[in-house]
Every structure is written in structure tokens, then in C-alpha cells.
Antibody, heavy 119, light 112 residues
């Protein structure tokens, strides 16, 4: 079964850090580009970041550039999102998603992990 | 950046009737070299992740009921639910993947 499972969410104070993980199974992780997408409570989907299948290229939305770092471990089929200097507006459910190849639709989604930034 | 807009914001349709959602991109997302539109449609129900319905503007994914169809090219696209069922109540998002990724704001579909 094709599956993505996120973990690492929780409550953090403004200015704090959090590291999200996304464990993949059931497909050849090393051939998929991987993305993070977030959804604030009651709001729409917002793309956050992506990483190429071999990890050689990364891209970020303007809202997280310089604060978030996406990475992956293909040997262990895991995607990461290191989130630093967190702000109230980063509060959201964070989804990881898998894309076969480069520019393509998001065929595989995780269930999401909630990140709450609050003092 | 490519901006995606959707209309309407919400709609209520009677069971068995047609629902139509429009999506517009701020620039063409048709890649001339392969004649493909880099557009997808997703369905999201409360408490669930999005589910891919349609890719490449009109390719229905495996297992998606054939009452769902996508059309359009260039900058203007449409998702049609030909005969609305109770289980189709959800928020629907369009997404461009021509240049990085952008989602539309979503359209909420309810039963009238």
C-alpha cells in the first residue's frame, strides 16, 4: 500500500523550531519529487516547499524562504521539514505529498500533522 | 508567480444535478512542446487530505467516478460533476504545476 505518514507536529512558541518527518512506503521513494503543503485552520491549501528526487534541488515559497529547510533521506525513505523562527501564521496542518517525476500532480498525500505556534 | 482563481466560492446543487466549477490561471499553463496543460483538480472532505481527481486538465485518475470530468486549456479550466451525489460534498481545488506549484482558493460544494 502506497503510504505517507507525517510526524513531529505539536505546540511551539513563536520564534521556536520544529522538525517534521514524513515516512514513505509502498512506492519507490527515491524516484519521487516530494513536497510540503500546509493548510491553516478553515483555510485553503498553500504550497510550502519541494525537493527533487535525488535531493539536489530545493524550492521554497516566499513566506518560508530562509526559515524552513526541506531535506530527504532516500536510504530510509524519509522526507523532512526543519522549521525555524516560527511565527503565529505558520500554524497549520502540514501535509507531505509525492510526485512521480518533476512537474506533475500530487498523486500521494499523507494524513497531515498539526503545527500550532502560540505563546 | 502564477495565480489561480476559482469561481464560484461555493455552490449548492440538488442531488442528481450538474455542478460546474471554474478555474483560471494568471498565465497559460499549456506547455507547447508536449501540448499538455499542467493542471490538476483535488477533492478534500473535512478532516481528510486532498484526493487527486484529475491531472493534465482532463485525465481522470483510476477509481474516480466518471461523473467527474475536467476540461479547458491555456488559462481557463472547468471541473464538472455531471450528477451530484451526497458523497461529493467537499471543497474542490485546482492546482497548477507548470511553474512550481500554486493552488486555487477552493470551491465548496453542498447539497441544495
Amino acid at each position: 500500500e502506497v503510504q505517507l505518514v507525517e510526524s513531529g507536529g505539536g505546540l511551539v512558541q513563536p520564534g521556536g523550531s520544529l522538525r517534521l518527518s514524513c515516512a514513505a512506503s509502498g512506492f519507490t521513494f527515491s524516484t519521487y519529487w516530494m513536497h510540503w503543503v500546509r493548510q491553516a485552520p478553515g483555510k485553503g491549501l498553500v504550497w510550502v516547499s519541494r525537493i527533487k528526487s535525488d535531493g539536489s534541488s530545493t524550492t521554497y515559497s516566499d513566506s518560508v524562504k530562509g526559515r524552513f529547510t526541506i531535506s530527504r533521506d532516500n536510504a530510509n525513505n524519509t522526507l523532512y521539514l526543519q522549521m525555524d523562527s516560527l511565527r503565529d501564521e505558520d500554524t497549520a496542518v502540514y501535509y507531505c505529498a509525492g510526485v512521480p517525476g518533476g512537474n506533475n500532480a500530487f498523486y500521494v498525500w499523507g494524513q497531515g500533522t498539526m503545527v500550532t505556534v502560540s505563546s | 508567480d502564477i495565480v489561480m482563481t476559482q469561481s464560484p466560492d461555493s455552490l449548492a446543487v440538488s442531488l442528481g444535478e450538474r455542478a460546474t466549477i471554474n478555474c483560471k490561471s494568471s498565465q497559460s499553463i499549456l506547455y507547447r512542446s508536449n501540448n499538455k496543460n499542467y493542471l490538476a483538480w483535488y477533492q478534500q472532505k473535512p478532516g481528510q487530505p486532498p484526493k487527486l481527481l484529475i491531472s493534465w486538465a482532463s485525465t481522470r485518475e483510476s477509481g474516480v467516478p466518471d461523473r467527474f470530468s475536467g476540461s479547458g486549456s491555456g488559462t481557463d479550466f472547468t471541473l464538472t460533476i455531471s450528477s451530484l451525489q451526497a458523497e461529493d460534498v467537499a471543497v474542490y481545488y485546482c492546482q497548477q504545476y507548470y511553474s512550481t506549484v500554486t493552488f486555487g482558493p477552493g470551491t465548496k460544494v453542498n447539497i441544495k
